[in-house]
């Protein structure tokens, strides 16, 4: 029987690793890890090698392509990212997930990626040829319409938050003046508030540190740079621990179904690509620093991901 032994461990004093994949020639490993990092090491004398900031959250999974020029990795941001695995590069940023993306998988060419998130969907995306935009067939929304396809926007079943999309997409005259009114920049934490809750941890009295918890809970990701600040401080191990705990919890879930919603109508303005559009992303882009909505945004005006390159998305509405 073959015997088994231990070769070496590996460490990141950040975060946990989720998921770990080797390069087709044997000669990298390459780390996903909690704190939203893809490490790598040298196979062999185990050096460090890149250090990726790969994604908001936490990465989920990581796989080379066959010809281990490229390296998928998937996040809890909803997104795919596709990297130039010796240079650390970003090549793509692939949207089309309503919920945090677990797996990817290449095909035997190279040429299709597959990934699998928590939302209930598959997205296959070619990368040998475009897919074709979708066309425009204008329709005549009401009020009313607009409002019950805001509500589904929002919803739980990945299939009837698409459909409300591709409506919404189909029908930009109506749609983006809608959205404008709907959609607003996340205000920042306010200094006094931020004070409050920094001071909050480091408290003595357990029942104020879990009033303090559920509030930060409440921030969403708004809460990962405070929860990052208090960490530098000391903290007594009986108060970093669950600190660190809640990091951890708000990364994993980093927004519920307000920001959802307000993520995916983010890509109905991007898709429409006119000035007012372009218009209500920017304003939506001056929002707080480090939320989600801001920097999903501030993504949608960079000419790489703009309307102008939708048709390299995939086709998900």
């Not at 066959?66 to 695995?85: E, Q």
């Not at 951890?248 to 920001?259: D, I, K, M």
């Not at 995916?264 to 001056?286: H, I, Y």
Request: glycine letters at 8%; aromatic letters at 4%.
């Amino acid at each position: 029987m073959p015997r088994c032994g231990l070769i070496q461990k590996l460490n990141n004093s950040t975060g946990g690793f989720k998921d770990v994949s080797f390069s087709p020639d044997g000669g990298t490993l390459a780390a996903a890890c909690s704190d939203g990092t893809v490490r790598f090491w040298v196979v062999g004398d185990w050096s460090a090698g890149l250090t990726l900031r790969a994604h908001r959250g936490v990465v989920f999974a990581l796989r080379f392509s066959p010809d281990g020029r490229r390296l998928a990795t998937a996040g809890s941001d909803n997104l795919v990212r596709l990297w130039d695995a010796r240079t650390g590069q970003e090549l793509h940023s692939l949207r089309g997930h309503y919920g945090m993306v677990l797996s990817v998988s290449w095909s035997p060419d190279g040429e299709v990626l597959a990934s699998a998130s928590a939302g209930g969907s598959v997205v296959t995306t070619s990368h040998r040829t475009r897919t074709r935009p979708l066309p425009r067939v204008c329709q005549d929304l009401s009020r009313a319409r607009l409002e019950a396809l805001w509500d589904e926007l929002g919803s739980a079943d990945v299939r009837v938050a698409l459909r409300a999309g591709r409506t919404l997409s189909a029908s930009p005259a109506a749609a983006v003046p809608f959205l404008r009114e709907r959609l607003s920049p996340v205000p920042p934490v306010p200094a006094d508030k931020a004070a409050r809750l920094l001071r909050g941890l480091n408290s003595a009295n357990a029942e104020l540190r879990e009033l303090i918890r559920r509030e930060l809970l409440e921030l969403e990701e708004l809460a990962v740079p405070l929860l990052r600040e208090a960490l530098t401080r000391s903290l007594p191990d009986a108060v970093r621990e669950p600190v660190e705990c809640l990091l951890r919890e708000v990364q994993a879930h980093p927004h519920g179904v307000l920001t959802q919603r307000a993520l995916r109508a983010v890509e109905v303005l991007a898709r429409a690509g006119s000035a007012d559009a372009r218009a209500a992303l920017a304003a939506l882009a001056r929002g707080a620093p480090g939320a989600l909505l801001t920097e999903a945004a501030a993504r949608a005006l960079r000419p790489a991901d703009s309307a102008a390159k939708a048709a390299e998305a995939p086709s998900r509405w």
